[in-house]
């Protein structure tokens, strides 16, 4: 028995291990581009989403946008030096308020995409990066095509969205003047409270 | 003659300008701490000044063109508005073409003479995009960047009414790119149809930031500081491409 386990064990874990590297990780164009094309089908066939339903827009960003971003290193960002003065307790609270705050802002602008398309420009990546650039442009009738631009990173869990650039302006690091002001007057609680206060200034608004 | 003389005259005006104002900033940035005293990334020594005029354009935005634009998309069908966007643009092909080759960018410059070719033509005055569906893509040059590529610093961040976000440099730009836009020459000694199209260009701009206002409004803290932050960063983008 215990020889046979013995046999068994190194071909057994070098077929586990070859199983597990080719679970497919979703290349970072692919992952946009699935991203992008589930939000554009609610976006055109959904009703209630076109009428500006907010439970249902947010349920959907809930399930298949905000899966694809890495929030807490978006905040990191969006803080630049002040992320450090963070306790890891206040990192994950600042993350959680940050992404509410996005989730807020353009799931409302989602029901204006209807008549818009999306076209995925080229995209290359070497073998080994760990840092990408998904190149796409939206297109809407009548009006100068945007350039929207997203950076992702490769994490444990896959790829992972960590900023979205959008006619060259990031909306992540477009926070940081923001985001110093309210810590240079009230330190990352001054922050966090803001943020609170202006999540729920937005939700009051919807209602 | 008699036009160029003019077109020549308002552009030195505007260069003149842009210089006055270059030199006044590097005086206030001298008298200064040297990163505007506000602590941040953004370069903004006038903020206060800016502040106001950031206030006054909005009220003005608020009273008149917004209102316009707002009204203009109700009653005009899309169709139509699509047109006067095109038309416009159509023109400015002739500005970001020069841009274009002014910085050193032959084969964009050609596309936009191409562009403007094409739709004058076949896109009846401008009307339609035609260079468009034939992936003709419209340029974004304009005469700030030029200055920019030609190592003009951009100075202090200025806010103006109408203008927006500027500098001092892009100030000047925007001074000469409107002196040279064909189509205020065109119209010079009509002064009713002139001031129709200028009312006309800027009800169909600002209509066209309607959707950005919620988005704005909802994403920022202090709109005065997201709008400075985007306008830089974007700015940028626009130089460095």
Same mark, same amino acid.
């Given at each position: 028995m215990i020889l046979s386990m013995k046999r068994w064990f190194w071909p057994l874990l070098t077929l586990f291990c070859s199983v597990a590297q080719a679970a497919p990780v979703q290349p970072p164009d692919e992952l946009v581009r699935a991203v992008t094309e589930n939000v554009l089908t609610a976006v055109r066939t959904d009703k209630d989403i076109q009428n500006g339903n907010s439970q249902k827009t947010l349920a959907l960003v809930n399930t298949k946008v905000l899966p694809a971003f890495n929030f807490e290193r978006m905040t990191g960002l969006a803080l630049g030096r002040d992320w450090n003065k963070a306790?890891? %307790? &206040?990192? !994950?609270?600042?993350?959680?308020?940050?992404? @509410?705050?996005?989730?807020?802002?353009?799931?409302? %602008? +989602?029901?204006?995409?209807? @008549? &818009?398309?999306?076209?995925?420009?080229? =995209?290359?990546? !070497? %073998?080994?990066?760990? @840092?990408? +650039?998904?190149?796409t442009e939206i297109i809407k009738p009548g009006s100068r095509a945007i350039q929207l631009d997203y950076s992702l990173g490769l994490e444990s869990k896959g790829w992972k969205i960590?900023?979205?650039?959008?006619?060259?302006?990031?909306?992540?690091?477009?926070?940081?003047?923001? =985001?110093?002001?309210?810590?240079? !007057?009230?330190?990352?609680?001054?922050?966090? !409270?803001?943020?609170?206060?202006k999540i729920k200034?937005?939700?009051e608004k919807r209602k | 003659m008699k036009r160029m003389l003019q077109v020549c005259a *308002? #552009?030195?005006?505007?260069?003149?300008?842009?210089?006055?104002?270059?030199?006044?900033?590097?005086?206030a940035q001298e008298n200064g701490d040297g990163n505007g005293g506000n602590g941040n990334g953004a370069y903004d020594?006038?903020?206060? $000044?800016? *502040?106001?005029?950031?206030?006054?354009?909005?009220?003005i935005d608020q009273v008149a063109l917004k209102p316009a634009a707002q009204a203009y998309e109700a009653v005009v069908p899309l169709p139509a508005r699509v047109g006067v966007a095109n038309f416009y643009d159509n023109i400015w092909d002739v500005n970001r073409s020069g841009n274009a080759f002014l910085q050193g960018k032959p084969r964009e410059g050609l596309?936009?003479?191409?562009r403007l070719l094409i739709n004058s033509t076949i896109g009846i005055f401008g009307l339609f995009d035609v260079a468009s569906e034939l992936e003709l893509e419209e340029g974004d040059?304009? $005469?700030?960047?030029?200055?920019?590529?030609?190592?003009?610093?951009?100075?202090?961040?200025? $806010?103006?009414? $109408?203008?927006?976000?500027?500098?001092?440099r892009d100030l000047a730009g925007w001074g000469v790119d409107q002196a040279t836009y064909p189509l205020w020459a065109h119209v010079e000694d009509r002064p009713a149809? *002139?001031?129709?199209?200028? #009312?006309?260009?800027?009800?169909?701009?600002?209509?066209?930031?309607?959707?950005?206002?919620?988005?704005?409004s909802d994403a920022s803290f202090d709109k005065y500081t997201y709008i400075r932050s985007a306008a830089l960063q974007r700015r940028a983008a626009q130089i460095r491409d």
């Amino acid at each position: 028995m215990i020889l046979s386990m013995k046999r068994w064990f190194w071909p057994l874990l070098t077929l586990f291990c070859s199983v597990a590297q080719a679970a497919p990780v979703q290349p970072p164009d692919e992952l946009v581009r699935a991203v992008t094309e589930n939000v554009l089908t609610a976006v055109r066939t959904d009703k209630d989403i076109q009428n500006g339903n907010s439970q249902k827009t947010l349920a959907l960003v809930n399930t298949k946008v905000l899966p694809a971003f890495n929030f807490e290193r978006m905040t990191g960002l969006a803080l630049g030096r002040d992320w450090n003065k963070a306790t890891p %307790a &206040q990192k !994950k609270q600042l993350a959680e308020l940050f992404r @509410d705050l996005l989730v807020r802002t353009y799931s409302n %602008a +989602l029901s204006q995409y209807r @008549d &818009q398309t999306v076209r995925y420009k080229p =995209f290359a990546m !070497k %073998a080994g990066d760990t @840092d990408a +650039l998904v190149r796409t442009e939206i297109i809407k009738p009548g009006s100068r095509a945007i350039q929207l631009d997203y950076s992702l990173g490769l994490e444990s869990k896959g790829w992972k969205i960590y900023d979205v650039v959008v006619a060259g302006v990031s909306l992540v690091t477009n926070y940081r003047d923001t =985001f110093r002001e309210e810590v240079s !007057k009230g330190g990352i609680d001054g922050l966090i !409270k803001s943020l609170s206060d202006k999540i729920k200034k937005l939700d009051e608004k919807r209602k | 003659m008699k036009r160029m003389l003019q077109v020549c005259a *308002r #552009v030195l005006a505007a260069l003149t300008l842009g210089a006055t104002l270059a030199l006044v900033s590097a005086q206030a940035q001298e008298n200064g701490d040297g990163n505007g005293g506000n602590g941040n990334g953004a370069y903004d020594p006038l903020e206060g $000044f800016n *502040r106001a005029m950031f206030a006054v354009n909005e009220g003005i935005d608020q009273v008149a063109l917004k209102p316009a634009a707002q009204a203009y998309e109700a009653v005009v069908p899309l169709p139509a508005r699509v047109g006067v966007a095109n038309f416009y643009d159509n023109i400015w092909d002739v500005n970001r073409s020069g841009n274009a080759f002014l910085q050193g960018k032959p084969r964009e410059g050609l596309t936009g003479l191409a562009r403007l070719l094409i739709n004058s033509t076949i896109g009846i005055f401008g009307l339609f995009d035609v260079a468009s569906e034939l992936e003709l893509e419209e340029g974004d040059e304009d $005469f700030g960047q030029t200055l920019a590529v030609w190592g003009v610093p951009d100075g202090p961040y200025l $806010f103006l009414p $109408f203008v927006g976000p500027s500098n001092p440099r892009d100030l000047a730009g925007w001074g000469v790119d409107q002196a040279t836009y064909p189509l205020w020459a065109h119209v010079e000694d009509r002064p009713a149809l *002139r001031n129709s199209l200028v #009312v006309l260009g800027a009800v169909r701009g600002r209509a066209a930031l309607l959707p950005a206002d919620t988005v704005i409004s909802d994403a920022s803290f202090d709109k005065y500081t997201y709008i400075r932050s985007a306008a830089l960063q974007r700015r940028a983008a626009q130089i460095r491409d």
